[in-house]
Each structure stands twice: as C-alpha cells, then as structure tokens.
C-alpha cells in the first residue's frame, strides 16, 4: 500500500511523462525525514526534470507543501537509469561542443545532452529543500 505523498508524485509524474507504466516511486524514512526515489524511463528522464530543472524543482517544492501539512520532511531522489557508467557522461558534457545542423542552428548531440541532464540532475540531488 503507498502512502499519499508517494501517490501525490506519482500522480503528477505520470501525467508528465510518454510512459506512465515506468514510473516507480520508492519511499523510505531515514533520519532526514521521507526520501522518494523517483524512476522514470529514460526517455522521460528530461520530461522530468525540466529546462534548468525547473520540474524536478516544483516537484520538490510541491513535496515541501505537502510536508508541512503532514509535519514531515521530504526529500525527492530522481534515479537516471540510464547512466549505467558512473560519471563518465558528466565529463563528456564539460568539453562543452555543439553541432551544426543544416539550417545554421547550433544543437547539442544527444549524448552530450543527456550527460548534460545527467550532471544538472546529480546537482539537484545535493540541495537539500
């Protein structure tokens, strides 16, 4: 049985990402309070976690409402499944590079952007709201 604030993210998660039936959403009680660990497809992984991390920062901030009605401190953890090699892509994305396209628009390569998602979301995870 989940809990609500497990339900609560997964129900906005869901109504985000292209395939709901990959969304988990863990819970475990530490001594900093509730921590859910977020798992997406990894295709849904920048859906998620949103331009600059935008999403991933009003979901937390949502989490943080929720706590205060609840009396409980919420921490949320987006897993990257897809970063199977450690920090490797992370480095990848600091020796910056874009790619020409045709009509003269400067667009990053796939894999430099997602170690650049990957980097942003490893940030996200060391605030503590």
Same mark, same amino acid.
């Given at each position: 049985?989940?809990?609500?604030?497990?339900?609560?993210?997964?129900?906005?998660?869901?109504?985000?990402?292209?395939?709901?039936?990959?969304?988990?959403?863990?819970?475990?009680?530490?001594?900093?309070?509730?921590?859910?660990?977020? +798992? =997406?497809?990894?295709?849904?992984?920048?859906? %998620?976690?949103?331009?600059?991390?935008?999403? *991933?920062?009003?979901?937390?901030? #949502?989490?943080?409402?929720?706590?205060?009605?609840?009396?409980?401190?919420?921490?949320?953890?987006?897993?990257?499944?897809?970063?199977?090699?450690?920090?490797?892509?992370?480095?990848?994305?600091?020796?910056?590079? +874009? =790619?020409?396209?045709?009509?003269?628009?400067? %667009?990053?390569?796939?894999?430099?952007?997602? *170690?650049?998602?990957?980097?942003? #979301?490893?940030?996200?995870?060391?605030?503590?709201?």
């Amino acid at each position: 049985m989940s809990s609500i604030d497990q339900q609560f993210i997964e129900y906005i998660v869901k109504s985000l990402v292209s395939r709901p039936e990959d969304v988990i959403v863990e819970r475990s009680i530490d001594e900093k309070g509730v921590l859910l660990v977020l +798992t =997406v497809h990894p295709e849904d992984l920048g859906r %998620v976690i949103g331009r600059r991390g935008t999403t *991933a920062q009003s979901l937390r901030t #949502l989490l943080r409402a929720l706590g205060t009605k609840n009396d409980a401190r919420y921490n949320l953890k987006i897993v990257d499944t897809d970063n199977v090699g450690g920090e490797e892509g992370a480095e990848t994305a600091q020796s910056g590079g +874009t =790619v020409e396209n045709s009509s003269e628009e400067a %667009v990053e390569e796939p894999s430099k952007l997602a *170690a650049k998602t990957r980097k942003e #979301l490893a940030d996200l995870d060391d605030l503590d709201i």
